[in-house]
């Protein structure tokens, strides 16, 4: 489906002004070019036979992919995929999770928050990210990391400004497929959209298309990008009523935003629309009003891990991790800079303009959101998503 799905996307992009194309997670399977995961460093050869051969459509080597980390990619060396940000023209991944502040039309801004959500999963399952058994002897140092992550993204939230928030990762907060919805995700996540009206949450990992609603939150799930898998074994999972839309068989979702009005479609392998749906954000633009009267708090702190974090190394030969751990609390990393980044199965979705913006740096007051709960999630899902 991936190839399939490249043809199509690359259509999709051509004809409207795509901002970006989202990498929603597991970039790098097991393929016949090896083992899940980047075994060496930016330049590995798993990075071009994976993605930039693959997306090879003019309109996508022009556009900023940005990517997040799914629990495959973190069997290899994460790290490699960090600093790959600085190899490729279009792979956009500065850190293991980032934001940037994009302008629409209107004097409108969209703020595009990416996660590590499988660093979530180290709260209550061991000390270990999704999909990193082989980094053991590290535990601490990733627990800090999520609670970390989970801090800066609740002091983003309570800074920011833009009329349109968008939040993704690679696990998905609701589900009605293969996999259960992520317990780590809950109830923090939810609770953190809700309150500071987040327009919709983007994930990979189960390998279909779904959109589910739950208290006025929008929640996509596009994971067949690349691999597909028609199951509905957890479908009762969603509360009732919920799950708007479920289909298999390869595609991506395209994501536009006009005024006060978020359109979300979907597109099967050949590109053809197979369902779709709006939103408005009045909600959020009400709750910026209340606000305005508050006075801004101090800076949030930037993502506490980039490119030049030492992070637990697979080596192409051994995929035991390398000794020289990171300490738990590095030192700041800087916001990211408009440039693109890959992912193996994607999905883009529409927006104006085309280079993007630098990242904002917004004011919070972080009051780390409640941790995530207990139990292990799903596994994988490759394949990208949309991008506003």
Request: glycine share 8%.
């Amino acid at each position: 489906y991936q190839r399939r799905v490249h043809g199509s996307l690359g259509q999709h992009v051509a004809k409207k002004s795509v901002r970006f194309v989202a990498g929603l997670g597991d970039l790098f399977y097991d393929t016949r070019f090896g083992r899940a995961g980047i075994r060496g460093s930016a330049r590995a050869a798993r990075f071009d036979q994976t993605f930039e051969r693959v997306y090879t459509a003019p309109s996508l080597k022009a556009t900023r992919w940005m990517m997040v980390l799914g629990n495959h990619d973190w069997e290899g060396n994460v790290t490699a995929c960090t600093a790959r940000h600085e190899v490729s023209s279009r792979w956009y991944m500065p850190s293991l999770y980032y934001t940037d502040v994009i302008p629409l039309p209107g004097r409108q801004k969209l703020q595009v928050i990416a996660l590590d959500t499988a660093l979530f999963h180290a709260v209550h399952h061991g000390g270990l990210p999704h999909g990193g058994s082989n980094h053991k002897g590290h535990e601490r140092m990733f627990v800090a990391m999520a609670h970390e992550q989970m801090q800066w993204l609740d002091g983003l939230l309570n800074a920011s400004r833009a009329e349109w928030i968008v939040i993704f990762g690679h696990h998905p907060v609701w589900t009605g497929g293969q996999y259960k919805r992520s317990d780590f995700m809950h109830p923090f996540m939810p609770q953190l959209m809700e309150r500071a009206k987040v327009s919709m949450y983007m994930n990979g990992h189960d390998h279909s298309m779904q959109h589910i609603s739950v208290a006025g939150r929008h929640y996509f799930v596009s994971g067949n990008g690349g691999l597909n898998v028609c199951s509905r074994r957890y479908q009762s999972d969603p509360p009732a009523g919920s799950q708007k839309f479920y289909q298999c068989g390869g595609g991506f979702l395209s994501a536009e935003v006009s005024g006060s009005t978020m359109t979300v479609q979907f597109h099967d392998k050949d590109g053809r629309p197979i369902y779709g749906t709006q939103f408005s954000n009045q909600d959020r633009l009400k709750y910026l009003a209340e606000l305005s009267a508050t006075p801004r708090a101090s800076p949030v702190p930037e993502p506490a891990l980039d490119q030049g974090t030492s992070l637990p190394e697979v080596s192409s030969s051994n995929s035991s991790a390398s000794p020289a751990p990171p300490s738990p609390s590095p030192s700041p990393s800087p916001s990211p800079s408009p440039s693109p980044s890959p992912s193996p199965s994607p999905s883009p979705s529409p927006s104006p303009s085309p280079s993007p913006p630098p990242s904002p740096s917004p004011s919070p007051s972080p009051s780390p959101p409640p941790p995530p709960s207990p139990s292990p999630s799903p596994s994988p899902s490759p394949s990208p998503s949309p991008s506003p």
